[in-house]
């Protein structure tokens, strides 16, 4: 979708590229992180003994002193032992060659596209993988994370989020995993469908509209080219197509339990505002929630009932100090942004129904509710019903799902729902 | 010597002629049976031997082939014991053998003579063709059906004495009258409230269209389904005699007094095995629960407990309305036009996305691929069906409809159905749909945005509008679809998300 710009690689190769020198450092940099068991603190420790392609030399040699295999984290001391066999079955060059042959761009700490952002962090990433446009980092960045085990108000929670946020044209930086994540991008992705001249719109006065909104940025724990769980695998694509997939793993790596840990404090990193949707007391999210503090980052939980577990972790948080986040507009002013003028909000002009399509969307929630039951309600037969489900979906304000219906739009300065 | 018997053998749901030659000569004494007969088949011989002892007939010591052809056909099951101990009998010169002609013997013995019912027995009894079949006295009302002219006997030697005009033909059962009244299906009377539920149910049995029901355990998608065999109208005259038909040849066949006039409900199990399920087994090919369900409904409850491969295994005669089985040395179309009704829980706590769902997203995307997209798309219905809040339970709502009214309403809509050649507006397609239903302009609106927004394909356009001709039947409507019906299919299909799980 979106062409490669400046920073994303080109299928030239190396050759091709105007700074020769830099195609090297970071060829043999990106060999290093192939090793197994190679993480970023490992890394930093391994380049204290000189350039990267110094560091690769000793290393196919086996000349790595004890002392220096000692300072290793434990997982790279492990597997230490293997690296000078597996160094040597490696052909740095050749490796990078590929890599940008499928569009995987390689960024080390040094290189002038390497993220602002990350650069005066605590632990900045040595080196990272990245598919997709990093100039998606350039808008305001808000982490919007949670539990994998979300329920379907989780899941809506972060849908919302993900599509107002990006509508407001705010980077959603998640992690791709199962549940939470996954509805926080979808709703990002859905975004740009939106603005890509869909029919939705076309109530939006455009002299309205703010600014484009932004692509989502997914940092993930395994390899760029195989992110998150196979079931997200469309998912990732879309991510690729309107924003960007960073991780600090090589193409190709399995996630290992320790890089997701590892993978939070780039999240926490990159957002200024992190937002947890739905989380149990201990988790993955948690864990990013420490990092954020580390970092002074403002962290905002959503509510949720007292006796859902998913949400024990998020209302603990809140009980601790943390801010409320009710929607979008809690989120952008804890930003310090402003909803007016930068929303493209979705409401703008839509014509308001009348008849049985008001008295249909005036108890319609966010919440899909089956067809049987608003017919209950409001005692309706299913020929009038239907009709005016059909007003309210003419009109954008609802849609039907199969057997359910669901509002998708809001009225102009009304309470949520 | 040599002698002929006529006999008749089974294979899916259709009888097969069998001609039974027995030849016995000098030699060492030896009893073989030919001519691809199974395991029970084979075991004849011994049934035989003992029968025509008990009954104080001669068994000669000789060598004694018997051969049952044509023999490419593979015979299964005892039905052919009579006619082997008759053939034997002629053969061994103790009954002449012109006394067999015109006769077919469809029956099994038992060591003491005694002449037993076999599965089966009406489409064997249409295999006898231009002959007279002969049937065990418990079979007699079941062959009756189909040939008024059968003959009975209860003993291999009362049956030798009416052949020899010795003894008159004993008398098949007086036909026993079981009440003529509609047996007792749960009356759509009984429904409290799910106004939309009771329509889909007109809607399904009027057009044929398959069912799917979400929901909540305990929201009643069994008591749903059992309600819609009560809406199909009465079986006909050709649709009874197929129907009964399988029923005989998988020996379901409970009433055998007369053929089944209402439409079969079958609702297997879900560890159901795929040869229970469609039919088949190496020799005798028995219809599987699809055949069984042909002319009536199939309900699959727990649709997502059933295997992935068993579900797929149902696309094929979803379309075509047969199911082709075949093995190495036989196969056979049995039918399989069936309603589907199907009842799945959201997901396997069953509480679904709107409770206090206890699933993990794994489990329900698990749950949720065993349904793979083609086999959701042949669902024209969706529904959703929870617990109706108590005011309706308690019935402090007026009752709906009963069962008979709305049967009346669905039988005039499938007249209408007729007419355009069809049995069913399920089975109006492409070109026949187009002209069967033309689009009003405001109908042809709604669906054209529902296109361009992307929530509807072509296909599923075509399906709501065949939904939307079967509501214009239902509502005795001519013409062009309107746009209401239109909006009433768009509120009653299934949905790729039909289980109501978002992301």
């Known amino acids: ?417 | 010597m040599l002698a002929i018997a006529h006999s008749a053998t089974l294979i899916g749901a259709r009888g097969y002629p069998v001609r039974v030659e027995a030849h016995v000569s000098d030699g060492l004494p030896s009893f073989a049976i030919v001519g691809l007969p199974d395991a029970s088949c084979r075991e004849s011989r011994d049934r035989v031997r003992a029968a025509l002892l008990s009954s104080k007939f001669v068994v000669k010591q000789a060598r004694t082939t018997v051969n049952l052809a044509p023999t490419h056909l593979r015979k299964a099951g005892a039905g052919l014991d009579v006619a082997i101990a008759l053939a034997l009998m002629v053969a061994t010169g103790q009954l002449d053998a012109e006394l067999l002609d015109g006769h077919a013997f469809i029956g099994e013995l038992g060591l003491d003579g005694s002449m037993r019912p076999v599965i089966g027995t009406l489409p064997l009894c249409e295999a006898a063709g231009d002959l007279r079949p002969v049937v065990a006295h418990a079979d007699a009302a079941e062959a009756a059906l189909v040939r008024p002219d059968a003959r009975c006997a209860r003993t291999l030697s009362e049956l030798v004495g009416a052949l020899r005009g010795d003894l008159p033909w004993p008398d098949g059962e007086p036909r026993r009258s079981h009440g003529s009244g509609p047996p007792d299906e749960p009356d759509l009377g009984d429904v409290q409230g799910q106004t939309v539920a009771r329509r889909a149910l007109e809607v399904a049995a009027a057009g044929g269209h398959h069912l799917l029901m979400v929901g909540p355990p305990g929201g009643g998608k069994t008591m749903l389904a059992e309600r819609l065999p009560g809406l199909l109208p009465d079986l006909t005259d050709q649709a009874a005699l197929d129907v009964s038909r399988v029923h005989s040849a998988a020996g379901a066949l409970e009433d055998t007094s007369r053929l089944l006039r209402r439409p079969p409900m079958r609702a297997p199990h879900h560890t159901a095995s795929m040869v229970a399920l469609v039919g088949g087994g190496s020799t005798v090919l028995r219809p599987g629960e699809i055949s069984l369900a042909s002319g009536g409904v199939l309900f699959l409850d727990e649709l997502g407990e059933f295997p992935a491969a068993h579900l797929d295994a149902l696309r094929q005669p979803l379309e075509s309305g047969v199911v082709r089985v075949a093995r190495a040395h036989v196969g056979a179309s049995l039918p399989a036009r069936f309603l589907l009704v199907a009842a799945t829980n959201p997901c396997p706590c069953g509480v679904g996305p709107f409770g206090p769902c206890r699933c993990s997203a794994a489990q329900i995307q698990r749950y949720q691929r065993r349904l793979s997209g083609p086999l959701l798309d042949r669902f024209d219905l969706g529904l959703w069906v929870d617990p109706p809040p108590a005011s309706d339970v308690l019935g402090q709502r007026s009752a709906g409809e009963s069962t008979a009214v709305v049967r009346d309403r669905v039988a005039r809509a499938r007249e209408r159905a007729r007419g355009r050649g069809v049995s069913a507006n399920r089975q109006l397609r492409g070109e026949a749909l187009e002209r069967a239903a033309p689009l009003s302009a405001e109908a042809l609106a709604v669906l054209r945005d529902h296109l361009a927004a992307g929530r509807l394909t072509m296909r599923g356009a075509q399906r709501i509008r065949a939904v939307a001709l079967t509501l214009m039947d239902l509502d005795g409507l001519d013409g062009p679809l309107d746009a209401e019906r239109v909006q009433v299919a768009l509120s009653m299909r299934t949905h790729a998300q039909a289980l109501g799980v978002a992301a």
């Open chain 1, 1 to 417: 979708m979106t062409p490669p710009r400046r920073l994303s690689p080109t299928p030239d190769g190396p050759d091709a590229d105007p700074d020769d020198r830099s195609v090297p450092l970071e060829a043999y940099l990106g060999a290093l992180a192939t090793l197994d068991g190679m993480g970023s603190a490992s890394l930093r420790t391994l380049l204290s003994l000189g350039s990267p392609s110094e560091v690769w030399e000793r290393i196919c040699r086996g000349s790595v002193d004890a002392r220096l295999r000692n300072a290793l984290a434990p997982v790279a001391r492990d597997a230490s032992g293997g690296w000078a066999a597996q160094a040597r079955s490696v052909d740095p060059v050749a490796l990078w060659t590929r890599w940008r042959s499928r569009g995987i761009g390689v960024v080390s700490i040094g290189s002038p596209s390497y993220p602002a952002c990350l650069l005066d962090d605590l632990d900045p990433p040595v080196l990272l993988f990245h598919r997709g446009d990093l100039d998606a980092l350039a808008h305001p960045r808000v982490a919007v994370i949670g539990t994998r085990r979300a329920t379907g108000y989780g899941r809506r929670v972060a849908h919302e989020l993900g599509l107002d946020l990006a509508s407001a044209g705010v980077c959603v930086v998640s992690g791709l995993a199962l549940g939470i994540d996954a509805a926080a991008h979808n709703g990002a992705v859905a975004a740009s469908d939106r603005a890509l001249g869909s029919t939705v719109e076309t109530h939006v006065d455009p002299s309205v509209s703010g600014p484009t909104q932004a692509g989502p940025v997914a940092v993930v724990g395994g390899g760029v080219d195989a992110p998150g769980p196979s079931t997200n695998a469309a998912l990732a694509r879309r991510v690729v197509d309107v924003g960007a997939v960073l991780s600090e793993a090589p193409p190709g790596t399995r996630p290992a339990p320790w890089r997701f840990p590892v993978r939070n404090r780039i999240l926490a990193a990159l957002a200024p505002v992190v937002v947890v949707v739905e989380s149990a007391e201990r988790g993955g999210s948690m864990l990013t929630v420490e990092q954020a503090q580390l970092r002074d980052r403002t962290v905002l939980a959503v509510p949720g009932p007292v006796d859902s577990p998913a949400s024990a972790g998020t209302n603990a948080l809140i009980s601790e100090g943390a801010l409320v986040c009710r929607g979008a507009d809690d989120v952008v002013s804890a930003l310090g942004l402003s909803l007016e003028g930068v929303a493209n909000s979705p409401v703008a002009n839509r014509p308001e129904p009348d008849g049985d399509a008001a008295s249909v969307l005036a108890v319609l929630g966010f919440t899909p509710v089956s067809i049987e039951s608003l017919s209950r309600d409001l005692d309706l037969d299913l020929g009038r019903l239907s009709v005016a489900l059909g007003r309210l979906e003419a009109l954008g304000w609802a849609e039907r799902r199969g057997p359910f219906v669901e509002r998708v739009a809001r009225s102009d300065g009304g309470p949520r729902r």
